[in-house]
């Protein structure tokens, strides 16, 4: 079956416009047309559909389009999944900011992308922007990186065998020779770095979180702006495979 056999254009295009909401703002037309690239005849019959489903809401009056009750009852069967492993999981990143003084969050596998499922950022200094339940291609940056090292050898495969691997910005690693090359030092290292592959300026550095049977549970990442972290990084490093190692016994019993 060829790739583009694989799915139906209008429902892709449809869920672009779910994809666009991020936040709470609720967004204008405009915004609907500038975040998807979809057409104004396009946009609406699709809004109209997915607000007769549920999905969105329209607001008449200001002329703005908000997620739908459907939307968040999605949302939360996901949340659920995860429930046990955040609770053990948040006061160990908030205690992991503190110390390394940059945003701690922890990321999972999610088909081809992978997914923040909880953070914490210093209660003082310069922040890096992520927000629970962001979303980004697996190849992008050191969590990528380390999900894909560590995880299914038929989701690297998938990953990495793409036609196009997405930019972030003009730092992101696209050539899939380069990645694997990469991942194999990972493997070998244990820890992954990257600079502004994902968000421009900013450092990330990530480990595995390995469950008691060495299964991959997802990557612990420290992130932050490049000058603030580059003098830490060694730090940050040792801090990092130190709570892997405390979280790896732990953190399967959570998530079941």
């Known amino acids: 079956m060829k790739e583009s056999e694989r799915y139906v254009t209008a429902v892709l295009a449809a869920l672009k416009i779910l994809d666009a909401f991020e ?53 939360l069967t996901m949340k659920q999944q995860y429930e ?49 339940g962001q979303i980004r291609p697996l190849h992008v940056g050191a969590t990528g990186r380390v999900l894909l090292a560590f995880g299914s050898t038929e989701n690297l495969d998938a990953v990495l065998n793409q036609e196009t691997l997405e930019a972030l910005t003009d730092k992101t690693l696209t050539d899939a020779d380069r990645i694997r090359a990469a991942i194999m030092e990972i493997r070998g290292s244990g820890f992954a770095s990257s600079v502004g592959e994902a968000t421009g300026e900013a450092l990330a550095m990530a480990v595995p979180v390995l ?40 953190i399967t019993a959570a998530g079941d």
Do not use: W
């Open 23 to 75: 936040g709470t703002a609720p967004l204008r037309f405009s915004d609907l047309m500038n975040r998807t690239g979809l057409g104004r005849s396009r946009i609406l019959r699709y809004v109209g559909t997915l607000e007769a489903a549920g999905y969105l809401v329209i607001n008449p009056g200001p002329g703005t389009f908000e997620l739908g009750p459907k939307a968040y009852r999605l949302g």
């Open 84 to 132: 046990g492993m955040v609770s053990l999981l948040r006061p160990r990143l908030e205690e992991l900011s503190v110390n390394a003084d940059a945003t701690a969050f922890f990321s999972v596998v999610r088909g081809r992308q992978r997914l923040v499922i909880a953070k914490s950022e210093p209660r003082h200094g310069v922040r890096y922007a992520v927000d629970e």
């Open 211 to 250: 469950d008691s049977n060495r299964r991959m549970v997802g990557a612990l990442t420290l992130a932050g702006p490049i000058g603030h972290l580059q003098s830490r990084a060694d730090l940050c490093e040792e801090l990092l495979k130190r709570e892997s190692e405390y979280l790896s016994p732990r």
